[in-house]
Structures are given as structure tokens and as C-alpha cells.
């Protein structure tokens, strides 16, 4: 066992009554189940690995630390042999999941022992399904449907576990589109001269000049060009989060301090052609800047703070958390102005050409679950119980049971499963690597790593697919993907980018399955906090924002590994763990949204080594 190394088998012993048959109406069989035989249940949870967890090492039992099962249901068969999708269970489920809490191992072996439990007759394997609590935050614990749908399934096939989307509205969201029109109303500033006649003495011309901002051809200024491909991001997808936006507003509001303040540019304006003297004189330029800063000064939007050219431009409640009020990633948020319409539009993520991750696939992490595929061995005594409070292992446990391979019948007074119950998910461990200096698309800007101005906020994985009931996932399903915001290292501690490639603790999620051969992308999610705006692979990515850097993991790249046909070329593979370094050598391919792994030309900048047995471990070079 892998991933949250611990590993889950059972055993059961009969009570005295072995030979009752229990019918529907029996008060001794609360399950109804006919024609079964009461015994006892046990269960051993077998110790593994300490390491550190995605949001806490309790989370995900990587520690060790036994977090207790809810929805346990183990489903009789009379199979005898590996139970297949179109098998038929023998009567109701045996459901568990009121039993098993996170006090009720026993030492040593670490198992619990429970009695009665009724069994139907012919019973030769079992199909065994649960989960961790999941509590109320499904970030932290994670969300998966299904279960609810075991208790009524008929043969293996229909059961089905799926990831639940985090946002699934189709329509723009209000306080998107908000934001758009607001900053609308900042790019179609424009500045209008005195009517009059301006030039030399040469040649005049009755003018009623005009400076709009988003037109650079209608004035001749460097600065106020300059901002304005700030704002409009050269027309490309930008980042729409009410975080990027502040941090736009604030870079625009102080660039353009000593335009409004200080420009010198002036221009006189006369009442004829031939007249000697001007009748006035302006600054446009100064008048452009200071018109643009008063707009994003709106007090229905801002508020501002600080002076001069150190101001912080705030966005006020309720357009200030968007859209991590609906549980989203910062990058899910884009706009893109349009310079034929003259405005910010909200990005649509269902076009094909929005090259932004759809808000539609994004969901929670999976629940910790089990999964198991058993034969049973039996055994025609009823001295098991004595062996669970003992010191023995879990292994000599199972040595009790004499009858390999066998099926339940009336002489029977105990059984065990003999294969261990797995984890029905897999594990990602991501460490992170980083030199002093990182430059920038360009080479526009040179930026220290100190420790403490990149941390890490969000691993997003995918795709990822609905899976069957033994988690392999299914041909039919549409992509998802996984967002874990819960980053912390295992002292809840916030990981941060080193320098001089010291590997960060690991950051870690669940994750399902993957299909045999498919490339997977994960996600970095990262916030500036180096005082300093640089330039990524789409734009600017503003100093306080967020960002995000995208690695590529190739199954068909590994080398050295040895697995079975069912774990061989998957990226992650049920019940196991995979690890990822990624060295971030640059900021050449950092996007300021969450980029659309299905675009052909999307820029990543990877280069890749796998070696793993049952678990991956990967090298990933991010520029």
C-alpha cells in the first residue's frame, strides 16, 4: 500500500448460533439478509509511512492517523474468482459504516473486531467500498458521488463514482460583468480640447481636438500608451478576478502620478489664424491622466489608500471576493477587450478560442476512499476473536483461517477477506525547486527568489474522468478537473518557492485514476509578492496577483518501473502515490488565468523524468 500507506483487510468469526438461518422478518438479522449466518467482523487497518498532506496529515492519513470509515458496504458474491462488472450479488449489502470510528482500532494490530455481523450462505468474495469522513469542507476532505447509489445497484457495472463540480451555472456571473463595464468606463476616457485654432504662425487650423485613451493614434504619449496596453492587456484574455483587478487599478493609478502631476506638454490655442497671441493654453496629456486616475477613483468600486504614487487601490464589498466567493480559482476569472466594440467582455470559457480552463470542469479533490476485490478464506472453529486482542500481527491473524479460497456454507464459524482492501484514489506529491534568479519573457525584468514572495496557493490536475467501480476510469465520461486551494506543508505552514534549488516540503492532493498512456497537466498556482510586475506568457502578471505555471506529466516518458498491466503507463494509478519535482528555472511561461490544457498551442515549457514501481516519481522542468 502506497498511498496513505495503511493498509484495511477483515476478518470475521462466527457467534454461537452459526447454524440459524435468519429470514426477513428476524429480529436478529437487521439487514434482512436470508438464509445467512450470524458471525464476527474484523478489521485491520495495517500501519504505514508518516509524510506530509494536502491541508493537514490527517486529512489524507498519510501520517498514519486513522480517520475512521463512513458508507462501508461490503457486497457478498458467490464468485469465486476476481468479481466481474456483470456478476450478481448475493442479497442485500452488509453496510458497516456505523461501526468503524476513528478510536476503535485495537493496538498492536491495529484492527477492530465486530459481532454479529450476518453473512449470506454461498458467500466465496466480496466487493468492498468506503470512505473517510468527509466533514464539512469538502477542500479539506474531499467530495465524490456515488456512494449513495451502492445500496441499490444490481451487478457491479452500475456503480459509478464522479468528482462534483465546484460551479456549474452557465451564465455570467453578475458581479463579473461588474467589473467589466467598470473598468469599460476607465478605458473610454478621453480628453477634449477648447475649440480654437492650433499650430504656428505657418499654418493654423480650426480644430476641436479630442485625446481618447484607448486610441493611441489621437494623441502622441509614451506613458499614456504605455498604460493603456496595461489595461487592455494588447487585447489578449487577461485575469477578471476582483485580486487582479486591484492590483491592475493600483499599478495604473500610480504609473500615471507624474503624468497628472508634472507633464510639461502644453498647447496654445488661438482665436484666428493670423492671431499673434494665444487665448489659452493646456496640458492634455496632464488632463488625459488625471481624467483616467479620477474614473478609477469611482467610490461605488474603490477605496483608496496611501499617497502620491504608493496608493492601493482596494475593490469594496461584495465585488472585492470574485470569484473566490463561488470557490473558484483566481485565473477562472478572464476578460479581454475588444477593440472593435470598445470594451471589456467577461470570457466565455465554453469557446473553443477562450484558451481559459472552463469554470464547468473544475471540481472538489476526491474523497479518501477503499476499494476491495476479494476471495475469503473461512475457518470451522470460533477461537479467532481471542487472536484481535492479542499482540499477534495482522498476518498471523489470518493464518487462523485454514480454508483458502472458500465459500460459506452452514459449518462455517469464521471468515476472513484474504486480499487487503486498497485505496480506491491516488495520491500527488509535489515538491518544487527553484534558482536565485528567474528572469522573465524577454528578459525584461530580473527577480530574486527570497523564500517568502512566491508561495504556492493551488495544485489543479486534470483530466480527470468518472471511474467504474473498481476506479478505472471510464471511456465514456467528460474531462474534469481537480483544484485543491488547501496548500500547507505538514506543520500548516504555507510552502514558498527557495532559491539556490533547495526542494520545498511536499504539497500534496488526491486524485483519481488516469486512463493508460494519457498526458496529464498539473497546474501551479502561484501569488506574486516580489514587489515587481513581469511579463508571462500571456501579459503582464501583476505584482500581487496570482499566477500560474503548467507542467506536463507523460506516462509514455517513464522509464524503470515495475508494475502490472493494470497500474503500467498511468499517471496516477489507483492506490498509488506520485511524486513531481518541478524546477521552475523561469517566468517565461507564467499565464495570469488558468490556461486551457486542450489549447494546441498552449506554452509550458517542460522537459520530464519518471522512474517509479508502484508509485511515480517525476522530474519536471517548468520555464
Same mark, same amino acid.
Given at each position: 500500500?502506497?498511498?496513505?500507506?495503511?493498509?484495511?483487510?477483515?476478518?470475521?468469526?462466527?457467534?454461537?448460533?452459526?447454524?440459524?438461518?435468519?429470514?426477513?422478518?428476524?429480529?436478529?438479522?437487521?439487514?434482512?439478509?436470508?438464509?445467512?449466518?450470524?458471525?464476527?467482523?474484523?478489521?485491520?487497518?495495517?500501519?504505514?509511512?508518516?509524510?506530509?498532506?494536502?491541508?493537514?496529515?490527517?486529512?489524507?492519513?498519510?501520517?498514519?492517523?486513522?480517520?475512521?470509515?463512513?458508507?462501508?458496504?461490503?457486497? +457478498?458474491?458467490?464468485?469465486?474468482?476476481?468479481?466481474?462488472?456483470?456478476?450478481? +450479488?448475493?442479497?442485500?449489502?452488509?453496510?458497516?459504516?456505523?461501526?468503524?470510528?476513528?478510536?476503535?482500532?485495537?493496538?498492536?494490530?491495529?484492527?477492530?473486531?465486530?459481532?454479529?455481523?450476518?453473512?449470506?450462505?454461498?458467500?466465496?468474495?466480496?466487493?468492498?467500498?468506503?470512505?473517510?469522513?468527509?466533514?464539512?469542507?469538502?477542500?479539506?476532505?474531499?467530495? &465524490?458521488?456515488?456512494?449513495?447509489?451502492?445500496?441499490?445497484?444490481?451487478?457491479?457495472?452500475?456503480?459509478?463514482?464522479?468528482?462534483?463540480?465546484?460551479?456549474?451555472?452557465?451564465?455570467? +456571473?453578475?458581479?463579473?460583468?461588474?467589473?467589466?463595464?467598470?473598468?469599460?468606463?476607465?478605458?473610454?476616457?478621453?480628453?477634449?480640447?477648447?475649440?480654437?485654432?492650433?499650430?504656428?504662425?505657418?499654418?493654423?487650423?480650426?480644430?476641436?481636438?479630442?485625446? /481618447?485613451?484607448?486610441?493611441?493614434?489621437?494623441?502622441?504619449?509614451?506613458?499614456?500608451?504605455?498604460?493603456?496596453?496595461?489595461?487592455?492587456?494588447?487585447?489578449?484574455?487577461?485575469?477578471?478576478?476582483?485580486?487582479?483587478?486591484?492590483?491592475?487599478?493600483?499599478?495604473?493609478?500610480?504609473?500615471?502620478?507624474?503624468?497628472?502631476?508634472?507633464?510639461?506638454?502644453?498647447?496654445?490655442?488661438?482665436?484666428?489664424?493670423?492671431?499673434?497671441?494665444? /487665448?489659452?493654453?493646456?496640458?492634455?496629456?496632464?488632463? &488625459?491622466?488625471?481624467?483616467?486616475?479620477?474614473?478609477?477613483?469611482?467610490?461605488?468600486?474603490?477605496?483608496?489608500?496611501?499617497?502620491?504614487?504608493?496608493?492601493?487601490?482596494?475593490?469594496?464589498?461584495?465585488?472585492?471576493?470574485?470569484?473566490?466567493?463561488?470557490?473558484?480559482? !483566481?485565473?477562472?476569472?478572464?476578460?479581454?477587450?475588444?477593440?472593435?466594440?470598445?470594451?471589456?467582455?467577461?470570457?466565455?470559457?465554453?469557446?473553443?478560442?477562450?484558451?481559459?480552463?472552463?469554470?464547468?470542469?473544475? $471540481?472538489?479533490?476526491?474523497?479518501?476512499?477503499?476499494?476491495?476485490?476479494?476471495?475469503?478464506?473461512?475457518?470451522?472453529?470460533?477461537?479467532?476473536?481471542?487472536?484481535?486482542?492479542?499482540?499477534?500481527?495482522?498476518?498471523?491473524?489470518? !493464518?487462523?483461517?485454514?480454508?483458502?479460497?472458500?465459500?460459506?456454507?452452514?459449518?462455517?464459524?469464521?471468515?476472513?477477506?484474504? %486480499?487487503?482492501?486498497?485505496?480506491? /484514489?491516488?495520491?500527488?506529491?509535489?515538491?518544487?525547486?527553484?534558482?536565485?534568479?528567474?528572469?522573465?519573457?524577454?528578459?525584461?525584468?530580473?527577480?530574486?527568489?527570497?523564500?517568502?514572495?512566491?508561495?504556492?496557493?493551488?495544485?489543479?490536475?486534470?483530466?480527470?474522468?468518472?471511474?467504474?467501480?473498481?476506479?478505472?476510469?471510464?471511456?465514456?465520461?467528460?474531462?474534469?478537473?481537480?483544484?485543491?486551494?488547501?496548500?500547507? %506543508?505538514?506543520?500548516?505552514?504555507?510552502?514558498?518557492?527557495?532559491?539556490?534549488?533547495?526542494?520545498?516540503?511536499?504539497?500534496?492532493?488526491?486524485?483519481?485514476?488516469?486512463?493508460?498512456?494519457?498526458?496529464?497537466? &498539473?497546474?501551479?498556482?502561484?501569488?506574486?509578492?516580489?514587489?515587481?510586475?513581469?511579463?508571462?506568457?500571456?501579459?503582464?502578471?501583476?505584482?500581487?496577483?496570482?499566477?500560474?505555471?503548467?507542467?506536463?506529466?507523460?506516462?509514455?516518458?517513464?522509464?524503470?518501473?515495475?508494475?502490472?498491466?493494470?497500474?503500467?503507463?498511468?499517471?496516477?494509478?489507483?492506490?498509488?502515490?506520485?511524486?513531481?519535482? $518541478?524546477?521552475?528555472?523561469?517566468?517565461?511561461?507564467?499565464?495570469?488565468?488558468?490556461?486551457?490544457?486542450?489549447?494546441?498551442?498552449?506554452?509550458?515549457?517542460?522537459?520530464?523524468?519518471?522512474?517509479?514501481?508502484?508509485?511515480?516519481?517525476?522530474?519536471?522542468?517548468?520555464?
Amino acid at each position: 500500500m502506497l498511498l496513505m500507506p495503511v493498509l484495511l483487510a477483515q476478518a470475521f468469526s462466527a457467534c454461537t448460533f452459526v447454524d440459524q438461518t435468519i429470514d426477513d422478518s428476524s429480529e436478529n438479522s437487521p439487514l434482512g439478509i436470508v438464509d445467512s449466518v450470524a458471525v464476527g467482523l474484523g478489521v485491520s487497518f495495517e500501519k504505514g509511512h508518516t509524510g506530509q498532506t494536502r491541508m493537514s496529515a490527517n486529512a489524507t492519513q498519510t501520517n498514519g492517523t486513522f480517520r475512521g470509515i463512513s458508507d462501508f458496504f461490503l457486497i +457478498p458474491y458467490a464468485t469465486e474468482g476476481v468479481i466481474g462488472p456483470n456478476d450478481v +450479488p448475493l442479497k442485500k449489502n452488509i453496510e458497516l459504516g456505523r461501526y468503524i470510528s476513528e478510536t476503535r482500532l485495537i493496538n498492536n494490530n491495529n484492527a477492530a473486531f465486530y459481532k454479529p455481523v450476518y453473512v449470506p450462505r454461498k458467500t466465496a468474495s466480496f466487493l468492498i467500498f468506503g470512505h473517510a469522513p468527509a466533514g464539512a469542507d469538502p477542500f479539506t476532505y474531499g467530495s &465524490l458521488s456515488g456512494f449513495e447509489d451502492i445500496e441499490n445497484h444490481t451487478k457491479p457495472s452500475d456503480i459509478t463514482f464522479s468528482l462534483n463540480p465546484i460551479y456549474n451555472q452557465t451564465e455570467i +456571473p453578475a458581479v463579473a460583468q461588474e467589473l467589466a463595464d467598470y473598468l469599460t468606463s476607465i478605458a473610454s476616457i478621453r480628453y477634449e480640447l477648447p475649440e480654437g485654432y492650433y499650430g504656428d504662425i505657418f499654418y493654423r487650423v480650426l480644430r476641436h481636438p479630442v485625446y /481618447v485613451w484607448s486610441n493611441p493614434d489621437s494623441y502622441e504619449h509614451e506613458g499614456l500608451a504605455d498604460a493603456f496596453s496595461l489595461l487592455s492587456n494588447d487585447d489578449r484574455v487577461m485575469g477578471g478576478s476582483s485580486q487582479n483587478v486591484s492590483c491592475l487599478l493600483t499599478a495604473l493609478y500610480n504609473r500615471l502620478y507624474q503624468v497628472a502631476t508634472s507633464d510639461p506638454t502644453a498647447v496654445s490655442y488661438y482665436d484666428s489664424s493670423n492671431a499673434p497671441t494665444p /487665448v489659452g493654453t493646456v496640458y492634455p496629456y496632464r488632463e &488625459l491622466a488625471k481624467a483616467i486616475r479620477t474614473a478609477i477613483n469611482n467610490s461605488d468600486f474603490v477605496q483608496l489608500s496611501g499617497y502620491g504614487s504608493d496608493v492601493t487601490v482596494s475593490l469594496k464589498t461584495p465585488r472585492n471576493q470574485y470569484p473566490t466567493s463561488l470557490k473558484l480559482p !483566481d485565473g477562472a476569472a478572464a476578460i479581454q477587450w475588444n477593440a472593435d466594440a470598445q470594451r471589456f467582455q467577461v470570457v466565455l470559457q465554453t469557446k473553443a478560442s477562450a484558451k481559459v480552463l472552463s469554470a464547468s470542469r473544475i $471540481c472538489y479533490p476526491p474523497l479518501l476512499c477503499y476499494y476491495g476485490n476479494s476471495r475469503i478464506k473461512t475457518s470451522d472453529t470460533d477461537s479467532e476473536q481471542e487472536h484481535y486482542v492479542s499482540s499477534n500481527s495482522w498476518s498471523q491473524i489470518l !493464518d487462523e483461517y485454514q480454508n483458502s479460497s472458500a465459500v460459506v456454507n452452514s459449518k462455517t464459524q469464521s471468515i476472513a477477506v484474504k %486480499d487487503a482492501i486498497n485505496y480506491g /484514489v491516488a495520491q500527488l506529491r509535489v515538491c518544487i525547486k527553484s534558482p536565485l534568479i528567474l528572469h522573465d519573457r524577454g528578459n525584461m525584468h530580473e527577480i530574486s527568489v527570497t523564500g517568502t514572495n512566491f508561495p504556492l496557493t493551488a495544485l489543479i490536475v486534470g483530466p480527470q474522468y468518472d471511474v467504474a467501480y473498481n476506479f478505472d476510469p471510464l471511456a465514456s465520461s467528460d474531462e474534469h478537473t481537480v483544484y485543491d486551494p488547501r496548500i500547507i %506543508d505538514e506543520e500548516n505552514k504555507t510552502i514558498y518557492l527557495l532559491p539556490y534549488n533547495v526542494a520545498t516540503a511536499y504539497a500534496n492532493t488526491l486524485v483519481l485514476p488516469t486512463r493508460k498512456d494519457e498526458v496529464v497537466y &498539473l497546474i501551479l498556482e502561484f501569488e506574486n509578492r516580489s514587489g515587481v510586475d513581469f511579463v508571462g506568457a500571456n501579459g503582464i502578471i501583476l505584482n500581487g496577483s496570482k499566477f500560474y505555471m503548467t507542467a506536463k506529466l507523460d506516462p509514455t516518458k517513464a522509464t524503470g518501473y515495475n508494475a502490472d498491466d493494470n497500474t503500467m503507463n498511468r499517471v496516477f494509478s489507483q492506490d498509488g502515490y506520485t511524486e513531481v519535482t $518541478c524546477v521552475v528555472s523561469d517566468l517565461k511561461g507564467a499565464w495570469n488565468v488558468v490556461p486551457d490544457t486542450r489549447d494546441p498551442q498552449l506554452e509550458i515549457g517542460v522537459s520530464m523524468e519518471m522512474k517509479w514501481t508502484h508509485s511515480t516519481t517525476t522530474n519536471v522542468l517548468l520555464d
